[in-house]
């Protein structure tokens, strides 16, 4: 039976029983706040939460004394440094949790694995377990992108509406890093669409001429993310990619399976 202290938001489960409902608000009101872009007004809240003003102000109060949320001038509210240090800490253990799976990716394709996580509009890449080639490529983890030009940024966008790729490319621009960076709008949703059809991504020197990358989403990630693999375009070829790709989606499913049981647990 539906519980009667269910918010509104048909998008946001009721708070499962038993925990503390004054954390579990808190926390739903931070979500929100990510969710509308970071920055939000209290009736906002209100009417997408479901709960009374005073409440959400009762709990703003304490978030703000904490450091997890910024008053404006404005008296509007947005998310706040505090945040920061956590986010980082927990993309540095997502990163930690994915090794042993892109291990197993350098196994069996021969090639660099990696792992890559959406951060606002740009490309950050937590996770890396090299080839055992002596040509190999290398990416430092840490290292932000723009997904215009990479596998895992297209891995990464390719379900987000078409409207919502376009405000973020009109944000970041689209430099060219190569001959074969695609620089406009249009080129990127039809490889975009390309993506969806085929069920992985392609940067074919995109990034960095001789370099042949390709990539998945993980499925259900609590954030999103990609595996991907890297080589030289010779090693990299369209054979290879026939075998690879079954081996990304197969280690990307078990990741996320992975994800989910260290949520559950905790």
Same mark, same amino acid.
């Given at each position: 039976?539906?519980?009667?202290?269910?918010?509104?938001?048909?998008?946001?489960?009721?708070?499962?029983?038993?925990?503390?409902? $004054?954390?579990?608000?808190?926390?739903?009101?931070?979500? +929100?706040?990510?969710?509308?872009?970071?920055?939000?007004?209290?009736?906002?809240?209100?009417?997408?939460?479901?709960?009374?003003?005073?409440?959400?102000? &009762?709990?703003?109060?304490?978030?703000?004394?904490?450091?997890?949320?910024?008053?404006?001038?404005?008296? &509007?509210?947005?998310?706040? !440094?505090?945040? *920061?240090?956590?986010?980082?800490?927990?993309?540095?253990?997502?990163?930690?949790?994915?090794?042993?799976?892109?291990? +197993?990716?350098?196994?069996?394709?021969?090639?660099?694995?990696?792992?890559?996580?959406?951060?606002?509009?740009?490309?950050?890449?937590?996770?890396?377990?090299?080839?055992?080639?002596?040509?190999?490529?290398?990416?430092?983890?840490? +290292? &932000?992108?723009?997904?215009?030009?990479?596998?895992?940024?297209?891995?990464?966008?390719?379900?987000?509406? !078409?409207?919502?790729?376009?405000?973020?490319?009109?944000?970041?621009?689209?430099?060219?890093?190569?001959?074969?960076?695609?620089?406009? !709008?249009?080129?990127?949703?039809?490889?975009?669409?390309?993506?969806?059809?085929?069920?992985?991504?392609? %940067? %074919?020197?995109?990034?960095?001429?001789?370099?042949?990358?390709?990539?998945?989403?993980? !499925?259900?990630?609590?954030?999103?993310?990609? *595996?991907?693999? $890297?080589?030289?375009?010779? &090693?990299?070829?369209?054979?290879?990619?026939?075998? *690879?790709?079954?081996?990304?989606?197969?280690?990307?499913?078990?990741?996320?399976?992975?994800?989910?049981?260290?949520?559950?647990?905790?």
């Amino acid at each position: 039976m539906p519980s009667s202290n269910a918010t509104t938001d048909a998008s946001k489960p009721a708070a499962p029983t038993g925990g503390v409902q $004054s954390l579990e608000r808190a926390f739903d009101l931070l979500e +929100r706040m990510a969710d509308a872009g970071g920055e939000v007004g209290l009736s906002e809240l209100s009417a997408s939460s479901g709960l009374p003003l005073p409440t959400i102000h &009762r709990l703003m109060r304490t978030l703000v004394a904490c450091g997890y949320v910024r008053q404006q001038t404005n008296r &509007r509210y947005s998310l706040g !440094p505090r945040l *920061i240090r956590l986010g980082e800490s927990a993309s540095r253990l997502l990163g930690t949790w994915a090794r042993p799976y892109l291990a +197993r990716l350098v196994e069996e394709t021969g090639e660099t694995a990696n792992m890559a996580l959406l951060d606002g509009d740009e490309i950050v890449y937590v996770a890396q377990v090299p080839s055992k080639h002596s040509m190999r490529m290398f990416t430092e983890v840490g +290292r &932000r992108v723009l997904p215009h030009s990479t596998g895992v940024g297209k891995a990464l966008l390719a379900h987000t509406p !078409p409207e919502e790729v376009r405000a973020l490319l009109a944000r970041t621009g689209m430099p060219t890093a190569t001959e074969k960076t695609i620089t406009t !709008p249009d080129g990127f949703l039809e490889a975009l669409e390309q993506v969806r059809r085929a069920g992985y991504a392609v %940067d %074919d020197g995109e990034q960095e001429i001789g370099v042949r990358c390709l990539a998945v989403p993980v !499925p259900n990630s609590p954030t999103a993310a990609a *595996i991907s693999i $890297s080589g030289p375009a010779g &090693r990299v070829t369209e054979a290879a990619t026939e075998k *690879i790709v079954p081996v990304l989606q197969e280690v990307a499913e078990d990741l996320s399976a992975a994800l989910a049981s260290n949520g559950a647990q905790g």
